[in-house]
């Protein structure tokens, strides 16, 4: 497996922006994709965001448009940039790394909390 740690939540107030970071204690050359998730308390863990190694992106069509998946492969990080948040984005959000090797890998999670 990957670890992973991710880091950059915090509290924001609504319209403002918070850029997430995951960083994967394995070379980005194990890993097919990572991706990022997110949890609100009583909901079910739901998808933001996926880019492949290739560099291929896909999103949540909810949330194309305000957030924003990118790779630094030589940190063997990834980011997600959130923009224009509302007080329903407020969530944990999750990293996961998806390699044929090493399987399916979460981070622990980081907590969002956007006020109104």
């Known amino acids: 497996q990957v670890q992973l740690v991710e880091s950059g939540g915090g509290l924001v107030q609504a319209g403002g922006s918070l850029r997430l970071s995951c960083s994967a204690s394995?070379?980005?050359?194990?890993?097919?994709?990572m991706g990022w998730y997110r949890q609100a308390p009583g909901k079910q863990r739901e998808f933001i965001a996926r880019?492949?190694?290739?560099?291929?992106?896909n999103y949540a069509d909810v949330l194309k448009g305000r957030f924003t998946i990118a790779t630094d492969n030589a940190k063997n990080t990834v980011y997600l940039q959130m923009n224009s948040l509302k007080p329903e984005d407020t969530a944990d959000y999750y990293c996961?790394?998806?390699?044929?090797?090493?399987?399916?890998?979460w981070g622990q999670g980081t907590q969002v909390t956007v006020s109104s």
């Open positions: 394995r070379s980005a050359f194990s890993i097919d994709a």
């Open positions: 880019i492949t190694s290739s560099g291929s992106r």
């Open positions: 996961r790394a998806d390699g044929p090797a090493t399987g399916t890998s």
